[in-house]
């Protein structure tokens, strides 16, 4: 299969586009944290929402979803279609709690919603278990 023109064409515009977006948004990411991982916190709770659920359908989520389908046939589609559900509670309760909360990591929202040595361990646990074994 030989790439023509037109092919050559859309990739080097893929990239050109993307390259801009990233030079114009450089100019603000780099003053704080705030402004590199949150936007400035200037997103609407919605498109957060909608961003965090994007982030969960990556480049592996077809590979899952065929894997489902194989081995346990067509019904097995309910298993990530219940994803769905939490999709939407993640986009329209979640989020909203979440820049409510004025935090920028999950640690930080445990440490909110947690005290004492309990919070200090399920912090400590949550670090190992998905920085080693996840």
Same mark, same amino acid.
């Given at each position: 299969?030989?790439?023509?023109?037109?092919?050559?064409?859309?990739? +080097?515009?893929? *990239?050109? &586009?993307?390259?801009? &977006?990233?030079?114009?948004?450089?100019?603000?990411? /780099?003053?704080?944290?705030? @402004? +590199?991982?949150?936007? /400035?916190?200037? !997103?609407?709770?919605?498109?957060?929402?909608?961003? !965090?659920?994007?982030?969960?359908?990556?480049?592996?989520?077809?590979?899952?979803?065929?894997?489902?389908? $194989?081995?346990?046939? #067509?019904?097995?589609?309910?298993?990530?279609?219940?994803?769905?559900?939490?999709?939407?509670?993640?986009?329209? #309760?979640?989020?909203?709690?979440?820049?409510?909360?004025?935090?920028?990591?999950?640690? @930080?929202?445990? @440490?909110? $919603?947690?005290? /004492?040595?309990?919070?200090?361990?399920?912090?400590? *646990? $949550?670090?190992?278990?998905?920085?080693?074994? *996840?």
């Amino acid at each position: 299969m030989k790439l023509e023109l037109v092919d050559w064409s859309i990739i +080097f515009g893929f *990239f050109v &586009i993307t390259l801009l &977006i990233g030079l114009w948004s450089s100019k603000t990411a /780099g003053k704080n944290p705030d @402004e +590199f991982f949150l936007s /400035g916190r200037n !997103m609407p709770w919605w498109l957060l929402g909608i961003s !965090m659920v994007a982030t969960t359908f990556s480049a592996d989520t077809p590979n899952l979803v065929t894997d489902i389908v $194989r081995t346990n046939g #067509v019904a097995g589609n309910w298993v990530w279609w219940a994803f769905l559900l939490t999709g939407m509670l993640t986009v329209f #309760v979640y989020a909203r709690l979440w820049r409510k909360s004025g935090v920028l990591t999950d640690l @930080e929202f445990y @440490e909110i $919603r947690y005290s /004492g040595k309990e919070a200090a361990f399920l912090r400590g *646990f $949550r670090a190992i278990y998905l920085g080693v074994f *996840f």
